[in-house]
């Protein structure tokens, strides 16, 4: 089996703001292999964030290529990508994302929905899954019942539902307490450790950074330190 979940090659992006250009990423290599627990770190506008979003196929580079579990995102179409997103890939956004009018359940089988999977299947997998990051009392709650860190372990459970190759996480802990965010990144540590899930992560937060076991460290859309 091949142990490598990405490859970034020579990856590229601009954009233009008011007709000046920004280079967001300038010429990134990178590797992610499976299990690998890895924090994108540095300061705003350093390119980071742009870089999860190549990864997730939900940007796409000017130059250069990402490969994700053995793809080219640069040979699919929009609905190959949309594909690959559903099958492959778990995001956890910094505002959660999830749908008010649903309940906790619902919002984890929602993306299970979307692959086919039939009511009675989803609902198991959902509270299993649940279960799994302490919120088996919360399967019934609609999100604005719940604080900040129990929204974000929806999340992550709607996240990892679907078992997928990558779990990509955008400033995971940009809206929680300290007590919380710890409590997060226990979390995501069992997933890697116990469940050998692959994450990569991008972050300013040097806690989210002390869990990490690799950290990327970019400035003005380079890596300058990876260890």
């Known amino acids: ?24 990423l300038r010429g990134v290599d990178l ?3 499976r299990g690998d627990f890895i924090s994108l770190a540095g300061p705003s506008g350093s390119g980071k964030s742009t870089l999860l979003n190549l990864i997730g196929g939900l ?29 492959k890939i778990g995001f956890v956004f910094q505002a959660y994302n999830l749908l008010p009018v649903l309940t906790a359940e619902e919002n984890v089988g929602f ?10 299947e989803r609902s198991e997998r959902a509270r299993e899954t649940l279960a799994s990051v302490g919120l088996e009392d919360l399967a019934d709650r609609r999100p604005g ?47 890697n450790e116990e469940f050998g899930m692959t994450i990569v992560t991008a972050t300013h937060d040097p806690m989210v950074m002390a869990y990490t076991s690799r950290k990327i460290n970019l400035r ?7 260890t």
């Open 1 to 24: 089996m091949n142990d490598v979940v990405v490859t970034v090659r020579g990856a590229t992006r601009t954009y233009n703001e008011e007709t000046i250009p920004v280079h967001a």
């Open 31 to 33: 590797e992610v292999h």
């Open 59 to 87: 940007d796409q580079a000017d130059e250069g290529d990402v490969i994700v579990d053995q793809v080219s995102l640069s040979e699919l179409n929009e609905n190959q990508l949309s594909d690959l997103r559903l099958e």
């Open 111 to 120: 993306v299970m929905q979307l692959q086919g999977m039939s009511k009675t």
């Open 145 to 191: 019942d719940m604080s900040g860190g129990q929204q974000q372990r929806v999340a992550i459970a709607r996240a990892i539902a679907t078992k997928p190759v990558l779990l990509l996480a955008d400033e995971p802990s940009a809206n929680l307490d300290s007590g919380t965010t710890e409590e997060l990144l226990q979390l995501l540590k069992k997933l």
């Open 220 to 226: 003005d859309g380079a890596i300058v330190v990876s």
